[in-house]
């Protein structure tokens, strides 16, 4: 069965540092993989996609995030962080042989970026 | 996403009572999707649809039921609401026509408590 997983419950950054949010998946096939993020008493809005192509891809926001096939992860970065990226993110998979849309999600991280 | 909403974005009930959550969007995307948030659970699907007269059940359907009253009109009903049921609630919409690998659109969630 395909599944998410976020091993960091929170991650804590001092503003313009580097960041990094943490995401493992396990599917059948290439997954498709998504990054979004929750700000408060928002909904989600979506950061960026893998598909298929080059691993890092660029997203909203100045993020981005490496695919690596052989780990099986899908983490996110950005290499300036800002005091307003703190939110909870989600990473989520779709199985690619599914024809439903359906993503399941991580579990959640909070990102905390200190002044 | 201002496109995609919800009402009511906050509800206090008592047990046993019947409650519905009402989506509406105006992206014209066919597909739609109602999921819950839990802390530290990530977002589960309770339900989803392809179009009116496609509904399917996603992970969690028990205890929910749902209906498609138009394209752009996804309504999520507890029939005798228990206090498990207490969550934050997303509807989500998609597009199916450009392939299957398109993120999905996320309203501003109710938050429901059951007492």
Redo the contacts between chains.
Sequence with gaps: AQS?AQPE?QVNVAEGNPLTVKCTYSVSGNP?L?W?VQYP??????LL?Y?TGDNLVKGSYGFEAEFNKSQTSFHLKKPSALVSDSALY?CAV?E?AS?????I????TTLQVKP | DADVTQTPRNRITKTGKRIMLECSQTKGHDRMYWYRQDPGLGLRLIYYSFDVKDINKGEISDGYSVSRQAQAKFSLSLESAIPNQTALYFCATSEMRTGLYNEQFFGPGTRLTVL
């Design positions: 998410v419950d498709y998504f979004y008493n928002r909904g989600l809005q979506f996609k598909i989600f779709r690619p024809n439903t849309g359906k993503l999600f991580g579990q959640g």
